[in-house]
């Protein structure tokens, strides 16, 4: 990798760490010609890994850029936040991609976003949610479903 300072196309591996729970690893390179050191991170890139299978069959290549957007436009209530989060939140469903899924469709991008966000703020996760005519099952909370409560005894509680 050539040296982001002065541009020589030589530099040398100072330090890596492998991420315990992401397939990723952080490396701290040192230019030799210069010795400005700087990180980088190396990550499995789903667009090359991966095709996205549209439901007419077609594979077409992910693209991160576009999925950046779209989570952005989530944010409508908070725009700052998008500014700060969209890209780790972007690079956290195509990790996700990348080790779970066997194909990739568009259904799968729209519904690993939406848990991703839901985990990160609700409300990006609704407005997601609706821009994309995701069909969500909402869980009433402090009411559980008669299923949820298992089969009916007919006893009374005991004291
Ligand atoms: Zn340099």
Same mark, same amino acid.
């Given at each position: 990798?050539?040296?982001?300072?002065?541009?020589?196309?030589?530099?040398?591996?100072?330090?890596?760490?492998?991420?315990?729970?992401?397939?990723?690893?952080?490396?701290?390179?040192?230019?030799?010609?210069?010795?400005?050191?700087?990180?980088?991170?190396?990550?499995?890139?789903?667009?090359?890994?991966?095709?996205?299978?549209?439901?007419?069959?077609?594979?077409?290549?992910?693209?991160?850029?576009? *999925? %950046?957007? @779209?989570?952005?436009?989530?944010?409508?209530?908070?725009?700052? $936040?998008?500014?700060?989060?969209?890209?780790? &939140?972007?690079?956290?469903?195509?990790?996700?991609?990348?080790?779970?899924?066997?194909?990739?469709?568009?259904?799968?991008?729209?519904?690993?976003?939406?848990?991703?966000?839901?985990?990160?703020?609700?409300?990006?996760?609704?407005?997601?949610?609706?821009?994309?005519? *995701? %069909?969500? @099952?909402?869980?009433?909370?402090?009411?559980?479903?008669?299923? $949820?409560?298992?089969?009916?005894?007919?006893? &009374?509680?005991?004291?």
């Amino acid at each position: 990798m050539f040296c982001i300072n002065c541009f020589h196309t030589n530099t040398k591996v100072a330090n890596s760490r492998p991420n315990k729970k992401q397939p990723s690893i952080w490396r701290r390179r040192q230019c030799t010609h210069c010795g400005t050191i700087f990180t980088t991170y190396e990550r499995p890139s789903l667009a090359d890994n991966k095709p996205v299978v549209l439901p007419s069959g077609k594979a077409d290549t992910f693209n991160l850029g576009k *999925l %950046i957007l @779209s989570i952005s436009k989530a944010f409508t209530h908070a725009p700052h $936040e998008a500014e700060y989060n969209a890209l780790w &939140l972007a690079q956290t469903v195509e990790d996700t991609l990348s080790t779970e899924q066997e194909i990739v469709t568009p259904e799968d991008i729209e519904a690993t976003t939406h848990a991703v966000l839901k985990r990160f703020d609700e409300l990006a996760a609704i407005q997601y949610a609706a821009q994309h005519q *995701l %069909i969500i @099952s909402l869980k009433r909370r402090g009411r559980p479903s008669l299923r $949820e409560r298992g089969p009916r005894t007919g006893e &009374l509680p005991s004291r």
